[in-house]
């Protein structure tokens, strides 16, 4: 069974940083690409970051050179540092990956950014 569990979230200022932690169970991880998408109230859900088997990553333009996605393969967990904060970021972040031709979700963990 997959299971992607999402924590960190919480109530931030404007400016101010997040870590979020995604753990991961029934795939093997270290083959997969993972992402994290984000989706704010009355918004389509949107691509934040990825990070790929061989570590390679990529970022919305948005927040380039502000979080920063990365990955621990023998504790399966990816992790998205979240710096300078934006109250427009304000939004539940969700983990995501795919295997094969099924597309797997976490819960969300909520970000609040407040100005």
């Known amino acids: 069974q997959v299971q992607l569990v999402e924590s960190g979230g919480g109530l931030v200022q404007a400016g101010g940083s997040l870590r979020l932690s995604c753990t991961t169970s029934?795939?093997?991880?270290?083959?997969?690409?993972m992402n994290w998408y984000r989706q704010a109230p009355g918004k389509q859900r949107e691509l934040v970051a990825s990070i790929s088997p061989g570590f390679h990553e990529d970022y919305a333009d948005s927040v380039k050179g502000r979080f920063s996605i990365s990955k621990d393969n023998p504790k399966k967990t990816v992790y998205l540092q979240m710096n300078s904060l934006k109250p427009e970021e304000t939004a539940v972040y969700y983990c995501?990956?795919?295997?094969?031709?099924?597309?797997?979700w976490g819960q969300g963990t909520q970000v609040t950014v407040s100005s």
């Open positions: 995501n990956t795919k295997v094969g031709s099924i597309t797997y």
């Open positions: 029934g795939i093997v991880f270290s083959y997969n690409t």
